[in-house]
Nanobody
Framework: QVQLVESGGGSVQPGGSLKLSCEAS????????LGWFRQAPGREREGVAA???????RTADSVKGRFTSSKDIDNYTLYLQMNNLKPEDTAIYYC?????????????????????WGKGTQVTVSS
């Protein structure tokens, strides 16, 4: 059974940083496209970052230059480093896996192929 568990969310002031972690169960971790999406109240889900099986990562335009995704293959852990956070980044962040690779091919834009995700972790950015 695929399990993804996020951690590291919290409340920060604008300009602050957070690092999210996602522990994955030992499924086809190395072959799946992995990444993050978020959902704010009243808004649709939005892809944030994707990292493919070669470790190549891409981020959505809305977070480009501020967010970076990475993974530790040996420990089945995915990370999202978030810098220079803005109030509009406030959302629940989910770690996700996409066997179809679509999320990676589209640079974290197409979330339709995401098949597994965790329960999410809340990120709040406010002064």
């Amino acid at each position: 059974q695929v399990q993804l568990v996020e951690s590291g969310g919290g409340s920060v002031q604008p300009g602050g940083s957070l690092k999210l972690s996602c522990e994955a169960s030992e499924f086809k971790y190395s072959s799946y496209c992995l990444g993050w999406f978020r959902q704010a109240p009243g808004r649709e889900r939005e892809g944030v970052a994707a990292i493919d099986n070669q470790g190549f990562s891409r981020t959505a335009d809305s977070v480009k230059g501020r967010f970076t995704s990475s993974k530790d293959i040996d420990n089945y852990t995915l990370y999202l480093q978030m810098n220079n956070l803005k109030p509009e980044d406030t959302a629940i962040y989910y770690c996700a896996a996409d066997p179809s690779q679509r999320f990676c091919y589209t640079g974290a834009r197409d979330i339709s192929g995401l098949k597994y995700w965790g329960k999410g972790t809340q990120v709040t950015v406010s002064s």
